[in-house]
Each structure stands twice: as structure tokens, then as C-alpha cells.
T-cell receptor, first 116, second 112 residues
Framework: KAGVTQTPRYLIKTRGQQVTLSCSPI?????VSWYQQTPGQGLQFLFE???????NKGNFPGRFSGRQFSNSRSEMNVSTLELGDSALYLC???????????????FGPGTRLTVL | AQSVTQPDIHITVSEGASLELRCNYS??????LFWYVQSPGQGLQLLLK??????LVQGIKGFEAEFKRSQSSFNLRKPSVHWSDAAEYFC??????????FGAGTRLTVKP
């Protein structure tokens, strides 16, 4: 099976712009979670989608949003970019997701976003 | 809410030496515990997980971890470290809510 893929791998944007990141989960996985990884804050949970519905959201401003399509592919959008949004954005897929906290997640390689 | 503490930011060990990475969690009930490894430029790879049952869990690449409820710990161990084990290691807890909390990570350097 192909692993989790994320596109693009690298992005450079300027403050105020918006960006869309894409994640294709492992075939058959219905849950997609997004994380932000920075040296200062570590790995922080953004949100999880399951069957096109957002099941939970981390403590991030409304500029961060996402969606999931019927084929389980997911996109994450960040509007009005700030310098502090520079990070590695990781996507993870799992068969049933984080409900109950018990499902194993498979991570993609991430998208490195740099905001200038 | 659950939380995870990895007390060691950076550890250096010699190749062939044993390794123990510490992880402490905070949660009122039995958590689901995970150890992940991240190599530079890569995503996270699951090493092992604990859900219930035997408190000593075997994982991939020769790693094991022991769940100790009394100490709220889930330390990762390997008897003999290889140079290829140099990476960052993350402990994580998932505990009934729809999110997973990760520790800050421990960077492992392996000396030849």
C-alpha cells in the first residue's frame, strides 16, 4: 500500500497570503489528522476529519481550517499568513481515527511552510 | 486533559550502548501510549504502542517500552543502539478524546 502523501513538500509564502496543503491518506483510511510542528511548540494537534466531518479541533485560530473529501483526501488552509505559521505541517491517517484515542496513525513526510 | 513530558531534550550514547528514553504522562485513567521516531526531513514512524494487557511492549527495530502505572511512565528502551537510531523520539498519549498529545521530543545522538 502506498503511504500517506502530502503536497507540496515545500512552500514559501509571504505574510498576509493564504495557503492550501493537501494530504492523501492510505487507501481505506477514513480519518485524517493534521499537526503543526515547530521547534518552540513541538507537535500540536490542529484537527481531525473522519468521513468528511471535522471531529475535533485543537487550540488554533480560525485562520486554520480544513476539509475532507469523499475519497478521504484532505486539505488544510491557512489564511492571512503570519510569520509564526512557519512550520512543518504533518498529516496522519488511520483506519478509524482518534475516537477513543486508540488508533495507530500513519504520518506523511510533511509540508515545510516558510512565511516571509 | 492528558499531557506528556519527556524530561530529556537531548541524549548522547555510544554505539552499542543501551538506551532509555523517559516519558511521563498525566491522565486520570489508563491511557493509550505510543512512541514515534522521526528522522530528519521525515514524518513520524510508530515504534510501538500500549493499549492494555502486558505492560512490556515490543516494537520495531529492537525497541521495547514498559508501562508503569504507579509511576505514570512509559519509558523506551533498546539494549544496543545502532548509528541508524539517531533521530528524534516522541512519546504520545491518546486518551478518549479526539486528539493526541505529543511530548516535546528527545533528540538522540549516537557516537561512533
Amino acid at each position: 500500500k502506498a503511504g500517506v502523501t502530502q503536497t507540496p513538500r515545500y512552500l514559501i509564502k509571504t505574510r498576509g497570503q493564504q495557503v492550501t496543503l493537501s494530504c492523501s491518506p492510505i487507501s481505506g483510511h477514513r480519518s485524517v489528522s493534521w499537526y503543526q510542528q515547530t521547534p518552540g511548540q513541538g507537535l500540536q494537534f490542529l484537527f481531525e476529519y473522519f468521513s468528511e466531518t471535522q471531529r475535533n479541533k485543537g487550540n488554533f485560530p480560525g485562520r486554520f481550517s480544513g476539509r475532507q473529501f469523499s475519497n478521504s483526501r484532505s486539505e488544510m488552509n491557512v489564511s492571512t499568513l503570519e510569520l509564526g505559521d512557519s512550520a512543518l505541517y504533518l498529516c496522519a491517517s488511520s483506519p478509524i481515527g482518534l475516537a477513543g484515542g486508540a488508533d495507530e496513525q500513519f504520518f506523511g513526510p510533511g509540508t515545510r511552510l516558510t512565511v516571509l | 486533559a492528558q499531557s506528556v513530558t519527556q524530561p530529556d531534550i537531548h541524549i548522547t550514547v555510544s554505539e552499542g550502548a543501551s538506551l532509555e528514553l523517559r516519558c511521563n504522562y498525566s491522565y486520570g485513567a489508563t491511557p493509550y501510549l505510543f512512541w514515534y521516531v522521526q528522522s530528519p526531513g521525515q514524518g513520524l514512524q510508530l515504534l510501538l504502542k500500549y493499549f492494555s494487557g502486558d505492560t512490556l511492549v515490543q516494537g520495531i527495530k529492537g525497541f521495547e517500552a514498559e508501562f508503569k502505572r504507579s509511576q505514570s511512565s512509559f519509558n523506551l528502551r533498546k539494549p544496543s543502539v545502532h548509528w541508524s537510531d539517531a533521530a528524534e523520539y516522541f512519546c504520545a498519549v491518546g486518551a478518549g478524546s479526539n486528539d493526541m498529545r505529543f511530548g516535546a521530543g528527545t533528540r538522540l545522538t549516537v557516537k561512533p
